[in-house]
């Protein structure tokens, strides 16, 4: 009974003292932010690597996601006579929750992976050890211009989302089930509000935060060479994605909870 009540206490401390990490570490590179030199080009050159390359991802993942939420939803509200809400329940869930988190889970698989595995790489190889004797601080160079990147960027991709997850919905309402196109799109405004679309807005830069924290983070304290840096990168993207489920609910219970 001890040696299990043993076992679960050093499970929970081993979880405080990494959350301790992560923060401490988040708050280095947000510190280094404060002063001179500010890296521009190397901040427009991530968000390009992380807003304008995922597109075709995230956008195609949208729509999908559009399509099957209008089909199941019709489904499902004409055994109940209501299949007018179908447009109401497309717009308010992809704005809401599935555009940020689908998004999210997206650039954390292909560009969380990359953080680590290209940070990673510099650090088994020590070029990030050649930077400091360079005097340039690896965490102003190297991971703030991702953090800024990821908190700008990931929201606007989730715009894109949601304009594509809507007209996806549009497609399989109006093209598969006959909805008239303009009672559609007037059902589609009738009960959409600012704080839908701010809401997922507010997650998405959080959610973008995240990804590029986890990137960083593992990338940074990779060791052992070429497994360390396979394992870095594996663990960058499951830890992302659990942080973005965890914090979604968090944030959808203090905007919303009544």
């Not at 009540?5 to 003292?17: D, E, P, V, Y």
């Not at 199941?72 to 869930?93: C, D, K, M, P």
């Not at 965490?139 to 989730?158: I, N, Q």
Request: charged share 10%; net charge positive; aromatic share 10%.
């Amino acid at each position: 009974m001890l040696k299990a009540l043993a076992s679960i206490g050093a499970a929970f401390l081993g979880f405080l003292a990494a959350s301790g990490r992560i923060v401490i570490f988040a708050a280095s590179a947000l510190a280094a932010g404060l002063t001179p030199p500010f890296y521009l080009r190397v901040i427009l050159r991530q968000m390009r690597d992380i807003g304008y390359f995922s597109l075709p991802v995230v956008g195609l993942t949208a729509i999908f996601t559009g399509m099957v939420l209008a089909l199941q939803s019709y489904t499902g509200f004409s055994r109940f006579a209501a299949e007018g809400a179908v447009a109401t329940v497309v717009v308010l869930s992809v704005t809401r929750e599935l555009g940020p988190v689908i998004a999210g889970l997206m650039v954390a698989g292909r560009v969380g992976a990359a953080m680590a595995a290209e940070i990673g790489t510099m650090r088994v190889t020590e070029q990030i050890d050649a930077l400091t004797t360079l005097s340039t601080d690896p965490l102003r160079y190297l991971v703030l211009p991702r953090l800024l990147a990821g908190l700008v960027t990931l929201p606007l991709l989730v715009v894109v989302a949601d304009v594509i997850g809507v007209f996806g919905g549009y497609l399989v309402g109006v093209y598969k089930f006959g909805f008239n196109p303009g009672a559609y799109l007037a059902r589609t405004w009738q009960y959409l509000e600012t704080n839908d679309v701010v809401s997922g807005l507010i997650k998405a830069a959080v959610f973008g935060f995240i990804v590029a924290l986890m990137g960083c983070y593992h990338g940074y304290h990779s060791r052992g060479g070429a497994q360390g840096v396979g394992q870095a990168t594996t663990y960058a993207v499951v830890s992302a994605s659990i942080l973005i489920l965890v914090f979604d609910y968090g944030i959808t219970q203090a905007l919303f909870a009544r």
